[in-house]
């Protein structure tokens, strides 16, 4: 059942439908920081945050798209995590460690990396979330498309890596 509702909401994510957040993240954090961690990423997007490249101090400052969820995971207390770019990110570098996953085994808290430039396959990281009604997938991010942080549905052409975190209190 498990993998039929993740392949219909992989479907409706293709038809580029809108959706809102929640259930449990499918990384190291403990339940306690996970719902930390959603509640920051909405908290911040929910204020109409300004795209600023470098921003990751405060909402009235405005964000780039590693320092929305570096802020978010700063607020939510996960240990260990600096500042730094979606490239480092992706990496693991500064405290972002993770595991790589494939598509189909996406799941809500994974960073998820994109471009729009083959030259840079990390340029923009999201976090993949799900509605709280719809539990189907919606991506947070911060990106100057629409210049402020928001939580669209995304295209899955562009998705380049996806990463599940292993940072935070659980091995």
Known sequence: MKKFKKAIWLALLCSGLSFTVCIPFSHGLSRDLEVSFERELRNIARQNVRYVWGGSTSEALGLD???FIFLAAKRAAIPGCARTTAYNMARGRNGWTG???VLRDIDPGNLVF??????RPEGHVAVML???KTH???FAHSGQ???VVIVPPFGLKSITAIRRLTIGDRP
Do not use: N, Q, R, Y
């Open 65 to 67: 798209c590693s320092g």
């Open 145 to 147: 498309s629409k210049g």
């Open 136 to 138: 189907l997938p919606e």
């Open 114 to 119: 994109f471009t729009f430039k083959p030259a």
């Open 130 to 132: 799900l509605g709280d």
């Open 99 to 101: 595991v790589d996953v």
